[in-house]
C-alpha cells in the first residue's frame, strides 16, 4: 500500500489538473499523439519559479505527473528530437525538462513553435 502522502499528492494534482488543467496533446516523432491534461503557465511578469528555471515573459511552461505523458520527460531531456506539444491551441516545442524535488512532477520550458 503507498504511503498517505502520496495518495493525497495525486489526489491534489488530479484536482488541480480538473480545475485549473489544459487539455494537451503531444506528438511523437513517429506520429502517433498522446492526450492528457497539463498545468500551463504563461508567465506575465518575471519570476522564480524553481531552482535554475527562471520565468520571464517570454517564457511558457508546463507541468505533469508522473504516469501521465509517458516518455516525454525522457525525450526532452535527450534533446535528440523536437518534442511538438500543444496546450489550448497553440503548439510548442518542449526544451528543458526537470523532476521536481518529488521525483513525481515533471516541469517543461516551451518555446512556441512555427511551422
Same mark, same amino acid.
Given at each position: 500500500?503507498?504511503?498517505?502522502?502520496?495518495?493525497? &499528492?495525486?489526489?491534489?494534482?488530479?484536482?488541480? =489538473?480538473?480545475?485549473?488543467?489544459?487539455?494537451? %496533446?503531444?506528438?511523437?516523432? #513517429? $506520429? /502517433?499523439?498522446?492526450?492528457?491534461?497539463?498545468?500551463?503557465?504563461?508567465?506575465? &511578469?518575471?519570476?522564480?519559479?524553481?531552482?535554475? =528555471?527562471?520565468?520571464?515573459?517570454?517564457?511558457? %511552461?508546463?507541468?505533469?505527473? #508522473? $504516469? /501521465?505523458?509517458?516518455?516525454?520527460?525522457?525525450?526532452?531531456?535527450?534533446?535528440?528530437?523536437?518534442?511538438?506539444?500543444?496546450?489550448?491551441?497553440?503548439?510548442?516545442?518542449?526544451?528543458?525538462?526537470?523532476?521536481?524535488?518529488? $521525483?513525481?512532477?515533471?516541469?517543461?520550458?516551451?518555446?512556441?513553435?512555427?511551422?
Amino acid at each position: 500500500m503507498a504511503p498517505v502522502f502520496d495518495a493525497l &499528492q495525486s489526489s491534489v494534482f488530479d484536482t488541480t =489538473l480538473a480545475i485549473m488543467g489544459y487539455e494537451a %496533446t503531444w506528438t511523437k516523432p #513517429n $506520429g /502517433d499523439i498522446v492526450t492528457g491534461m497539463m498545468h500551463f503557465k504563461d508567465a506575465s &511578469q518575471d519570476q522564480r519559479v524553481i531552482r535554475g =528555471l527562471e520565468m520571464t515573459k517570454s517564457a511558457y %511552461t508546463a507541468e505533469w505527473k #508522473n $504516469g /501521465d505523458f509517458e516518455g516525454l520527460f525522457e525525450a526532452v531531456q535527450s534533446n535528440l528530437t523536437e518534442e511538438l506539444i500543444t496546450i489550448n491551441g497553440a503548439t510548442f516545442l518542449g526544451r528543458f525538462a526537470q523532476s521536481l524535488f518529488d $521525483g513525481k512532477t515533471y516541469i517543461c520550458r516551451l518555446v512556441p513553435y512555427n511551422e
